[in-house]
């Protein structure tokens, strides 16, 4: 047999017994990474699959475009990569810590859609298909194509740190085909309206609704006013 190719026998095949092959084996080719300290392997129904994959792997290996893959969850990743960017040990592409609105939005796009769609998958098993699949999900079932794209921007954050630190060798989130976001005209009220509008509120309400209007402030930003 070549090397780093191994034949697997069925359990109840003649061959455990020294007697002639009676089973369909198949065929485990294996390379090891010195990188990772570890052998990776795959399984083949014919030969000439285990060998060619061991080919193409070892010169994967040599690009180091190949890695053992880890045992992390998209989730495990998640709540890691929440708590770095809480902490400032995880910044954005500029350098700079993540605002509070946009961490509140992140957590709440990994809780709500990505965590139950790819959570339990392991952080090095997550394909290009499978994100794309959600996206296809996620328009299917009505969200706005501003949410989605939303909804993958922790994600992205996920893997491009991941990337950067060849804990993956491959980004599932680039080149997805994802809608474009329509923007809506949007009305502006004279300060006379806003005026009016302000006095017919509730006195406890009149204050954070003027802060909105006058000042601009979204409702991310409202809500982390002291």
């Not at 708590?83 to 509140?104: C, F, H, I």
């Not at 796009?109 to 990505?114: A, K, P, Q, V």
């Not at 923007?183 to 005026?195: D, L, M």
Request: proline share 4%.
């Amino acid at each position: 047999m070549a090397t780093g190719i191994r034949t697997r026998h069925g359990r109840f095949c003649r061959s455990r017994e020294g007697r002639r092959c009676n089973c369909a084996p198949s065929f485990e080719g294996w390379v090891y990474s010195k990188r990772d300290d570890r052998k990776l392997r795959r399984t083949f129904k014919s030969l000439a699959e285990a060998k060619a994959w061991r080919v193409d792997a070892q010169r994967a290996l040599s690009r180091r475009a190949l890695r053992a893959p880890t045992a992390t969850t998209i989730a495990e990743a998640a709540d890691v990569w929440l708590e770095g960017a809480r902490d400032g040990t995880v910044r954005n592409r500029s350098g700079d810590r993540y605002k509070p609105s946009a961490l509140r939005g992140y957590e709440r796009s990994l809780r709500l859609r990505i965590k139950p769609a790819l959570g339990h998958v392991r952080l090095t098993d997550v394909t290009r298909a499978d994100v794309q699949g959600l996206v296809d999900k996620l328009l299917n079932e009505g969200f706005d194509p501003s949410t989605i794209r939303n909804t993958l921007n922790p994600l992205q954050a996920i893997y491009r740190r991941a990337l950067a630190r060849e804990q993956v060798t491959a980004n599932p989130t680039a080149g997805l085909e994802i809608p474009a976001a329509r923007g809506r005209r949007v009305r502006v009220a004279a300060p006379v309206e806003c005026a009016a509008l302000i006095e017919a509120l509730p006195g406890e309400d009149r204050a954070v609704w003027a802060a909105a209007m006058y000042a601009g402030l979204r409702r991310g930003e409202l809500r982390g006013l002291r």
